[in-house]
């Protein structure tokens, strides 16, 4: 498979968003057009007069990637060249379950034929790590720092997904970059699936999360090894397919490996709040049969 | 305005305003259609869906989105991806696209909008004035104001040829007052195909998402270049001067009908009182004007057809040689206590030679009616000016002292 993103863009060493971004083109192919809403992927990969697509490719604003996907979507079909051109609009968690969510909400609703991909670093990365929709629970952001009374952000994390099966959409996956051939498998799967369909991607943040550029995969795979991000296919609104767990870890080793929980390990109280995630991992066995 | 009525008589239909634009629209073969129903633009849109939903425009999507602000992101889409592509809004409606206007026109699409003209909310009002295109000046829009039903049908294909004009590549506004021109029936010779075909070629724009000639389109743009985008967008605006009184003229050879390039005139040549006015009220000023010059008074009309860009050279060409001349506005600039048109104007005149006295009125706020009297009146304002100079530069006019 080519590789359909040009090496020498500006990202971090370990960025998770130029995996998410090639792995996303090796499933869609030449033949496809992607927008993308404002954030470290576009700053990143399109500084004037230079570019890493090497697709057609079209930045709007923060809050309506979904909105001119459904335009160019439109426009494909009025001139009879829908088919074979697939439409992807992908964007970060901000831009997804955030700002952007109306414009995603009526694109889905309306039933245009496009692939939306989130990719999710859980937290407005581009601004300098603010707390979004995504943020888990008792992440400390520069918006929800941990401190002397607080644990971070004390909110779980916005289901985007389920919200996207509600729209009745066909095809709903969660998938993680540390899993490149779950991710190409499901996007492709996306993209062959005629209606509006979603793919949220888990995808660990080297500077948001802080840990070394060398972990990016390693993290994402635990967040998977511990059941904090289960990976699973829906189709029109049922589960069909899971990735099963054998020893789930415990949460800890995951949550040890970045800056961001830090304070869940020095300060009074933390155990506890370990505990909870803990829980919240162990529902997730529960819920998706992950065992 | 040249126009034989004669001749139109038999082709007349009394149709709504809104229908006349709907379509004009659907003669101009659009690929795209964006918009979200908003008083007083909804018959428009109404009227389009039930072409679509008759099979009456081949070739075209009709997307029906959940807000203004994803109206025009679907036209970011699709005229990026070389659709020809049209909305209609109003005030609210518009205030929320507002980010997306400069996105439109950074990136060049030409893009047809059409604003029936509404005030905007607090308070609360429905009716017609014109701050809603006003507030959106400086979005890198050209901006059209139509006179009657007639013009503003007429004015969306000519506002297509603008845009999609190679030099040009700017989105196009073209305001109608709101129930005054999108409610009213009058006669109308609506827009035929076959000579729009010959008027308006298709819109094929050089560069669009392609898979075959892959682009990047909105880059990311640092200091070291975003300035010669904005100065790009600036040319462009100084080259649609041109195209516009170009579409003007060559619609007037295939349709015989014109009511002026960049502005239009009436009993402008000799006169010492010259009023300037945007839209609907340039009718009811033209009524003045006949009723005063019957009388003797030296009155005349400079009707602005483009707002943006702003004619400077065709206005000081009218302005020049006469004694006073009133600026009327459908907008305010809070703070400044002036309208736009008197601003402008007023800021063009300054560093030449042109020495001519200029007033501003704001009228008709809200929907507020503006009678012949009050047009009547400010005429006897500007006289006072040419006896005894300026007193008061801008002011409102039929403030009800009880309610203040």
């Given at each position: 498979?080519?590789?359909?993103?040009?090496?020498?863009?500006?990202?971090?060493?370990?960025?998770?968003?130029?995996?998410?971004?090639?792995?996303?083109?090796?499933?869609a192919?030449?033949d496809?057009?992607?927008?993308?809403?404002t954030?470290?992927?576009?700053?990143?990969?399109?500084?004037?007069?230079?570019?890493?697509?090497?697709?057609?490719?079209?930045h709007?604003?923060?809050?309506n990637?979904?909105a001119?996907?459904?335009?160019?979507?439109a426009?494909l079909?009025?001139k009879?060249?829908?088919g074979?051109?697939?439409?992807?609009?992908m964007?970060?968690?901000?831009?997804t379950?955030?700002?952007?969510?109306?414009?995603?909400?009526?694109a889905?609703?309306?039933?245009?034929?496009?692939?939306?991909?989130?990719?999710?670093?859980?937290?407005?990365?581009?601004t300098?790590?603010?707390?979004?929709?995504?943020?888990p629970?008792?992440?400390s952001?520069?918006?929800?720092?941990?401190?002397?009374?607080?644990?971070?952000n004390?909110?779980?994390?916005?289901?985007?997904?389920?919200?996207m099966?509600?729209h009745?959409?066909?095809?709903?996956a969660?998938?993680?970059?540390?899993?490149?051939?779950?991710?190409?498998?499901?996007v492709?799967t996306?993209?062959d699936?005629?209606?509006?369909?979603?793919?949220?991607?888990?995808?660990?943040?080297?500077?948001g999360w802080?840990?070394?550029?060398?972990?990016?995969v390693?993290?994402?795979?635990?967040?998977?090894?511990?059941?904090?991000?289960?990976?699973?296919?829906?189709?029109?609104?049922?589960?069909?397919?899971?990735k099963?767990v054998?020893?789930?870890?415990?949460?800890?080793?995951y949550?040890?490996?970045?800056?961001?929980?830090?304070?869940?390990?020095t300060?009074?109280?933390?155990?506890?709040?370990?505990?909870?995630?803990?829980?919240l991992?162990?529902?997730?066995?529960?819920?998706?049969?992950?065992? | 305005?040249?126009?034989?009525?004669?001749?139109?008589k038999?082709?007349?239909v009394?149709?709504?305003?809104?229908y006349?634009?709907?379509?004009?629209?659907?003669a101009?073969?659009?690929n795209?259609?964006?918009a979200?129903?908003?008083?007083?633009?909804?018959?428009?849109?109404?009227?389009?869906?039930?072409?679509?939903?008759?099979?009456?425009?081949p070739?075209c999507?009709?997307?029906?989105?959940e807000s203004?602000?994803?109206?025009?992101s679907?036209?970011?889409?699709?005229s990026?991806?070389?659709?020809?592509?049209?909305?209609?809004?109003?005030?609210q409606?518009?205030?929320?696209?507002?980010?997306?206007?400069f996105?439109?026109?950074?990136?060049?699409?030409?893009?047809?909008?059409?604003?029936?003209?509404?005030?905007?909310?607090?308070?609360?009002?429905?009716?017609?004035?014109?701050?809603?295109?006003?507030s959106?000046?400086?979005?890198?829009?050209i901006?059209?104001?139509?006179?009657?039903?007639?013009?503003i049908?007429?004015?969306t294909?000519?506002?297509f040829?603008?845009?999609?004009?190679?030099?040009i590549?700017?989105?196009?506004?073209?305001?109608?007052?709101?129930?005054?021109?999108?409610?009213v029936?009058?006669?109308?010779v609506?827009?035929?195909?076959?000579l729009?075909a010959?008027?308006?070629?298709?819109?094929?724009?050089?560069?669009?998402?392609?898979?075959?000639?892959?682009?990047?389109?909105?880059?990311?743009?640092?200091?070291?270049s975003y300035?010669?985008?904005?100065?790009?967008?600036?040319?462009?605006?100084d080259?649609?001067?041109?195209?516009?009184?170009?579409?003007?003229?060559?619609f007037?050879?295939?349709?015989?009908?014109?009511?002026?390039?960049?502005?239009?005139?009436?009993?402008?040549?000799?006169a010492?009182?010259i009023?300037m006015?945007?839209?609907?009220?340039v009718?009811?000023?033209?009524?003045?004007?006949?009723?005063?010059?019957?009388?003797?008074v030296?009155?005349?009309?400079?009707?602005?057809?483009?707002?943006?860009?702003?004619?400077?050279?065709?206005?000081?060409?009218?302005?020049?040689?006469a004694?006073v001349?009133?600026?009327?506005d459908?907008?305010i600039?809070?703070?400044?206590?002036e309208g736009?048109l008197?601003?402008?104007?007023?800021?063009?005149?300054?560093?030449?030679?042109?020495?001519?006295p200029?007033?501003g009125?704001?009228?008709?706020?809200?929907?507020r009616?503006?009678?012949?009297?009050?047009?009547?009146?400010?005429?006897?304002?500007?006289?006072?000016?040419?006896?005894?100079?300026?007193?008061v530069?801008?002011?409102?006019?039929?403030?009800?002292?009880e309610l203040?």
């Amino acid at each position: 498979m080519k590789s359909l993103l040009a090496p020498g863009h500006r990202g971090c060493a370990g960025c998770c968003d130029a995996m998410a971004a090639k792995f996303t083109l090796m499933a869609a192919g030449e033949d496809c057009i992607v927008v993308s809403p404002t954030g470290c992927l576009e700053v990143m990969t399109t500084p004037y007069p230079e570019s890493s697509w090497e697709i057609p490719w079209i930045h709007s604003l923060f809050e309506n990637n979904a909105a001119v996907a459904s335009g160019i979507e439109a426009a494909l079909k009025a001139k009879g060249e829908m088919g074979k051109t697939k439409v992807i609009a992908m964007g970060g968690d901000g831009a997804t379950l955030d700002i952007g969510m109306r414009s995603v909400s009526g694109a889905f609703e309306r039933g245009h034929d496009f692939t939306f991909v989130c990719i999710d670093n859980e937290a407005y990365m581009n601004t300098g790590v603010q707390r979004s929709g995504a943020t888990p629970f008792a992440a400390s952001t520069t918006t929800s720092p941990a401190g002397e009374v607080s644990f971070g952000n004390i909110r779980p994390k916005k289901n985007m997904p389920a919200i996207m099966a509600a729209h009745g959409s066909p095809y709903v996956a969660t998938t993680s970059i540390g899993y490149p051939k779950d991710m190409i498998r499901k996007v492709k799967t996306a993209l062959d699936v005629e209606g509006p369909t979603y793919v949220h991607s888990h995808a660990p943040c080297t500077t948001g999360w802080g840990f070394d550029t060398s972990k990016t995969v390693e993290i994402a795979k635990l967040a998977v090894e511990t059941c904090l991000w289960p990976l699973y296919e829906m189709e029109d609104g049922e589960i069909t397919k899971v990735k099963k767990v054998k020893n789930p870890k415990p949460v800890e080793d995951y949550l040890k490996m970045q800056r961001r929980f830090k304070h869940l390990f020095t300060k009074e109280g933390g155990d506890e709040m370990v505990k909870k995630i803990q829980a919240l991992a162990d529902e997730n066995i529960e819920k998706f049969g992950l065992q | 305005m040249r126009r034989d009525y004669e001749k139109e008589k038999k082709d007349m239909v009394v149709v709504e305003g809104s229908y006349a634009v709907a379509s004009a629209v659907k003669a101009c073969r659009p690929n795209v259609i964006s918009a979200y129903p908003i008083t007083p633009q909804t018959h428009i849109v109404e009227e389009l869906s039930q072409f679509i939903a008759d099979g009456e425009i081949p070739n075209c999507e009709y997307v029906m989105v959940e807000s203004e602000f994803s109206a025009l992101s679907a036209l970011v889409g699709s005229s990026a991806a070389g659709a020809r592509s049209y909305s209609a809004t109003t005030s609210q409606g518009l205030e929320l696209m507002h980010e997306v206007l400069f996105n439109v026109s950074g990136m060049r699409l030409p893009v047809v909008m059409t604003i029936a003209n509404r005030a905007v909310s607090a308070p609360i009002n429905i009716w017609n004035d014109q701050q809603d295109s006003i507030s959106q000046r400086d979005t890198g829009w050209i901006q059209l104001y139509a006179e009657d039903t007639q013009e503003i049908s007429d004015m969306t294909a000519q506002a297509f040829k603008i845009g999609e004009d190679p030099d040009i590549l700017l989105p196009v506004m073209t305001c109608m007052d709101g129930f005054i021109l999108s409610h009213v029936y009058e006669p109308v010779v609506l827009l035929d195909d076959d000579l729009v075909a010959e008027y308006l070629p298709p819109f094929e724009p050089e560069l669009k998402l392609d898979p075959k000639n892959p682009k990047t389109f909105g880059a990311f743009a640092d200091p070291n270049s975003y300035t010669e985008f904005r100065y790009l967008q600036q040319q462009a605006m100084d080259k649609a001067l041109k195209k516009i009184e170009d579409a003007a003229d060559e619609f007037y050879d295939l349709f015989g009908r014109y009511y002026g390039g960049l502005i239009d005139t009436y009993e402008t040549d000799d006169a010492d009182i010259i009023l300037m006015a945007m839209g609907s009220i340039v009718g009811t000023i033209k009524d003045v004007v006949d009723k005063l010059r019957a009388k003797g008074v030296k009155v005349g009309l400079l009707k602005v057809r483009s707002f943006r860009p702003f004619p400077v050279e065709a206005i000081h060409n009218v302005i020049k040689d006469a004694k006073v001349v009133v600026a009327l506005d459908k907008n305010i600039s809070i703070g400044l206590n002036e309208g736009a048109l008197f601003t402008e104007t007023k800021a063009t005149l300054y560093n030449t030679k042109i020495d001519v006295p200029v007033i501003g009125f704001m009228i008709g706020q809200g929907g507020r009616d503006i009678p012949v009297e009050t047009i009547e009146n400010i005429v006897d304002e500007a006289k006072k000016v040419i006896d005894s100079g300026i007193t008061v530069e801008s002011q409102f006019t039929d403030l009800k002292e009880e309610l203040l």
